[in-house]
T-cell receptor, first 115, second 107 residues
């Protein structure tokens, strides 16, 4: 079945630094990648949608200059949290989709802690 | 705007049946998913409805009424391991999650 590999699974960084999270689709071409953030005891909140080769579409309230998304190939998308602050500490998870009618395959998630 | 609402928390007893409701108002609709999620883990796919009616899969069933913007997930013969969060999600050109329901199963 479809597999999305997400790395790292956990990361601790200092306030003010940047962190990059990678998601790779291992056995299919992900035309669309979705990035979510989840705070404790809350649901998944969509941050942005990215299509291969084009700029990401950000949801309302998500700072595009802070959360940089790159989807340069059909198998790789990255999320970079720039100038991280403690309030950015959260669970980040990606989801990949092949075509507009394909199902959604989730990565295993990244627990980011900013100290 | 888009709203996908679920009850925040539910409790049930082992062996019982529980129904988790989901109501939605979205700008597009290509289907509704149900996922199970344990804390700190990725959501796990449970079911998918695109047409009205009931989809049954073992102990789990899901129902959809597109005209009412309503779905439910039915869990039968509850087990302790079913204690988790249950998320409905509406698919259009993107996947938007509901508020999520934390289910606790007691012995």
């Amino acid at each position: 079945g479809a597999v999305v590999s997400q790395h790292p699974s956990r990361v601790i960084c200092k306030s003010g630094t940047s962190v990059k999270i990678e998601c790779r689709s291992l056995d299919f071409q992900a035309t669309t990648m979705f990035w979510y953030r989840q705070f404790p005891k809350q649901s998944l909140m969509l941050m942005a949608t990215s299509n291969e080769g084009s700029k990401a579409t950000y949801e309302q309230g998500v700072e595009k200059d802070k959360f940089l998304i790159n989807h340069a190939s059909l198998t790789l998308s990255t999320l970079t949290v720039t100038s991280a602050h403690p309030e950015d500490s959260s669970f980040y998870i990606c989801s990949a989709r092949m075509g507009r009618a394909g199902g959604y395959t989730f990565g295993s998630g990244t627990r980011l802690t900013v100290v | 705007g888009q709203n996908i609402d679920q009850p925040t928390e539910m409790t049930a007893t082992e062996g019982a049946i529980v129904q988790i409701n989901c109501t939605y108002q979205t700008s597009g609709f290509n289907g509704l998913f149900w996922y199970q999620q344990h804390a700190g883990e990725a959501p796990t796919f449970l079911s998918y409805n695109v047409l009205d009616g009931l989809e049954e899969k073992g102990r789990f069933s899901s129902f959809l009424s597109r005209s009412k913007g309503y779905s439910y997930l039915l869990l039968k013969e509850l087990q302790m391991k079913d204690s988790a969060s249950y998320l409905c999600a509406v698919s259009s050109y993107k996947l938007i999650f509901g508020t999520g329901t934390r289910l606790q199963v007691f012995p």
